[in-house]
């Protein structure tokens, strides 16, 4: 890819917004948008239906998917309802019910298979008036307050030039703009990795709640977790995370490693036998993320093209979501010729709530966190104040875990460690 590449394609065409992506945050951008009456083109390199990981989402996703107009294109899915997250170590389990919850709001949401998902998402989109090219990569950038440029090319290599009145870069781990303008900067989480795959047959046991994401802990290494997201008719995506030389170790190959991970939770390991893997068993790795500033002359970045943390509390889609109906009304304001502070109005506010989740993450890598959630005691309105984060609720400042996320998980890990509940 050129930076600031000014080569000699033509340019053929104009529009008010280009939004590189059609994944969650770029379709819900360009719903929205075009709702406004504004001309979108959404540039998609992939075609869809196309596999993508990111299955579990937090209730405060149905907040977004209403206000960009998609929750009833999105509803007719008939995704799996989700309304908590199960959790396993050693024979302990524990759970928490998003409907039990702090903040108002939805307390339920689905479990989807994001190939069916994003098509509906996008499809949607485009039927509120966005124009969507599949097979389309941006491939240079050229960043200008009034009238940025984007360069394109298509699967047979041809070349061409749009000019827009605005840029949003959705392009996930693509990264687009962030590679482009140089913002890229590593993020400062450790280096992990995920083995996962998709399984047909888990039709479960009587305790098994399919209303709910399940997350193990492997029984000896706390750092080391397991997913198991259900869908309808038995199907279900499960995965492993793990640092990528405890990864390594487990085995000779990614399949090898993937089965002993497994079979090493004993709760996973029952849940999983007989089943059949209907997907390769694919690995990712190192695809925690960040960028020194989610906004430019004339462009801003969405989604995991900004900042993307880690997959343990399925914050992906609901940060993307976030990021959109934040920037999509700005974005409406700047093209009215109105002064927008992108600064103040979207970085600042959206990177608050990433560093609330980014405080459970961390706690839950230290240990501190399942302390807290294996712990069997609880005050109910703390467990609703966790609860109402885990369900994505992580922008309500009156909830105090917002506001001192760190602090309080501390005092609280502490508090629990000195009773005589099992901890990992
Ligand atoms: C192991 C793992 C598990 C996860 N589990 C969850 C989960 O359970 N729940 C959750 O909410 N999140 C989860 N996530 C995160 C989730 O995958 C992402 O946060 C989410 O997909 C981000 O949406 P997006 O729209 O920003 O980007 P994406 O969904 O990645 O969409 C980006 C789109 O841009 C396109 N694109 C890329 N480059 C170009 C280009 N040059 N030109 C044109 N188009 C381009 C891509 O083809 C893609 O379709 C997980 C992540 C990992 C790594």
């Known amino acids: 890819m050129d930076t600031f590449d000014r080569t000699s394609s033509p340019l053929v065409e104009h529009t008010d917004v280009a939004i590189i992506g059609g994944g969650p945050s770029g ?8 709702r406004q009456g504004l001309d979108v083109r959404v540039f998609e390199r992939q075609h869809f239906p196309r596999f993508s990981i990111g299955e579990s989402l937090l209730p405060q996703c149905m907040v977004h998917l209403q206000t960009c107009g998609l929750l009833d294109a999105a509803r007719a899915g008939n995704f799996q309802p989700k309304n ?3 959790f396993c170590w050693n024979g302990n389990d524990a759970a928490i019910d998003f409907r039990e919850k702090f903040t108002p709001g939805p307390g339920t949401t689905w479990q989807v298979e994001r190939a069916d998902f994003d098509q509906r998402l996008l499809d949607g989109a485009r039927e509120a008036g966005a124009h969507v090219e599949h097979g389309i990569s941006v491939t240079g950038f050229t960043p200008d307050a009034r009238q940025p440029q984007i360069d394109l090319r298509d699967e047979d290599g041809a070349t061409r030039r749009v000019s827009a009145r605005f840029v949003l870069d959705a392009s996930g781990y693509g990264r687009v703009l962030a590679r482009l ?6 993020s400062t989480l450790p280096t992990r990795g995920a083995l996962f795959t998709h399984v047909e047959g888990l039709y479960g046991d009587d305790d098994y709640d399919r209303e709910k994401i399940l997350i193990g802990v492997h029984p000896e290494q706390d750092d080391i977790w397991y997913w198991l997201i259900p869908f309808p008719d038995g199907r279900a995506s499960v995965g492993v995370v793990a640092g990528i030389d405890d990864l390594d170790a487990a085995g000779d190959d990614d399949p090898a490693r993937y089965r002993a991970l497994m079979n090493a939770e004993p709760r996973f390991a029952e849940l999983l036998k007989g089943v059949t893997p209907v997907r390769d068993i694919t690995r990712l790795a190192g695809y925690s993320s960040n960028i020194e500033r989610l906004y430019g002359p004339g462009f801003a970045v969405l989604g995991n093209a900004g900042e993307f943390l ?14 959109s109906m934040r920037a999509a009304p700005l974005v409406m304001r700047q093209l009215e010729g109105q002064a927008v502070d992108w600064d103040a109005d979207f970085e600042a506010p959206l990177r608050e709530g990433i560093a609330t989740f980014r ?3 961390d706690a839950w890598y230290d240990g501190d966190l399942q302390r807290i959630i294996f712990h069997e005691r609880q005050a109910p309105r703390v467990r609703e104040m966790l609860s109402a984060i885990l369900a994505g609720y992580a922008w309500d400042r009156d909830n105090p875990f917002v506001s001192a996320s760190r602090r309080r ?4 890990a502490q508090a629990c460690a000195l009773e005589t509940s099992p901890s990992p």
């Open 359 to 361: 405080a459970f993450i």
């Open 181 to 186: 303008t140089e913002l890229d900067c590593p």
């Open 310 to 323: 880690d997959p343990v509390f399925s914050s992906g889609i609901t940060i993307a979501l976030d990021s």
């Open 84 to 86: 908590g997250a199960a």
């Open 27 to 34: 379709a819900s951008a360009a719903a929205w948008l075009s």
């Open 409 to 412: 998980l501390k005092s609280l």
